[in-house]
């Protein structure tokens, strides 16, 4: 299963364009899209899902083409957890999503036995007696999450599933989400570094409409090697002075001052080292140059 995009313009009636002549091919396995909240990357998973269709360009899902006369048969093999979902609050987690399932043409008895199987990957067996609108927000983004995977599809589209979730909540659904991933292609949007790093091994980053980068997160990780720095300053009157000529990415204090971590494509004038740069560091780093641009 693989995605194929050229050349997409998405532009709302305001006027606003949410995507600019964006090109990205998605393969199997998890794809990681990472951008600021406006980067448009919401718009594109509207597109993806054919909730929203494009002023121009062209995208295919395993050789089918998005167009109307394909929308359902696309549909059937999309699963989708939007980043708000209300489901049914009168119903309990279980009427809910054997709801989901009839509607889409799961057998009941198949649909039980999947419902079972993900409440429990999802920790979310113990509540499934409970109404939708007694849960928490993490554990309706759960059941979100469950509702997209019942019918198994072969693309998986999440916008920032972990969401409202605890540490361990978050490790449970990242290792969901790639266990799903292994003969399937899932897109997993989020502004969160740590999740993609987590789970991806390609990514995409998007900012205001454009993609920046596409590639694997080893490639993306050596654009900014040799650019990172640790410095160490006496004060915080030091620090804003830093900060008016660096792009800071932590700022910490330690004993007899504080600590900086900071881009720059040569070194600093102050006291610091050069350090390997995070997959967090790569993406401020790309971002950071197409601001400078502007």
Known sequence: MSIHIEDLTVRFKNGVTAINHGDLDIPKGIFGLLGENGAGKTTLMRVLTTILKPVSGRVTLNGILYSE???????????????????YPNLTVQECLEYMGDLAGIPKEECRKRISYYLEKTSLTEHRKKKMKQLSGGMKRRVGLVQALLNEPEFLIVDEPTTGLDPEERIRIRNLLVDFSENRTVLFSTHVVEDLAATCNQLAIMHKGIFLYAGSMKNLAEKAQGKIWICKVQDEAKAREVEGKYRITSKQYVEGGLQLRLISETQPKLECVSVPATLEDAYIYVTNQEMKKK
């Open 69 to 87: 006369g394909n929308y359902e048969k696309i549909q059937r093999k999309i699963g989708y957890l939007p980043q708000e979902i209300d489901l």
